[in-house]
């Protein structure tokens, strides 16, 4: 079954999408990490000996936006290395 121009064009146009979106969320994510260290530390405790935990998530959290981001930018580019007069 052969596809129609539009079809192929919302195949081609849905993962830039959806793909920039990933983006945004995932550089929006390792800012606010990134950021997070060079707050001043606030008056209220902050949960005593919690700090290597926290650290470890974060940086879990930040590797995996880190892939996120470099997944989505991927996913971004698929049909933009393909000929236009390519059949399919």
């Known amino acids: ?12 146009i849905a ?6 979106l990933s983006i945004i969320g995932s550089s929006a994510t390792a800012y606010l990490i990134l950021t997070e260290g060079r707050k001043k530390p606030s008056s209220v ?3 005593g000996g919690n700090k290597p935990k926290r650290q470890s998530y974060r940086r879990l959290v930040l590797g995996m936006s880190i892939c996120d981001l470099s997944a989505s930018s991927a996913w971004f580019f698929t049909t933009w290395p393909i000929p236009r007069d390519t059949p399919g």
Do not use: C, D, E
């Not at 079954?1 to 081609?12: D, N």
């Not at 993962?15 to 920039?20: G, M, R």
């Open 1 to 12: 079954m052969a596809t129609t121009r539009a079809q192929s064009m919302a195949v081609a």
């Open 45 to 47: 405790a902050t949960g």
């Open 15 to 20: 993962p830039k999408f959806t793909a920039f």
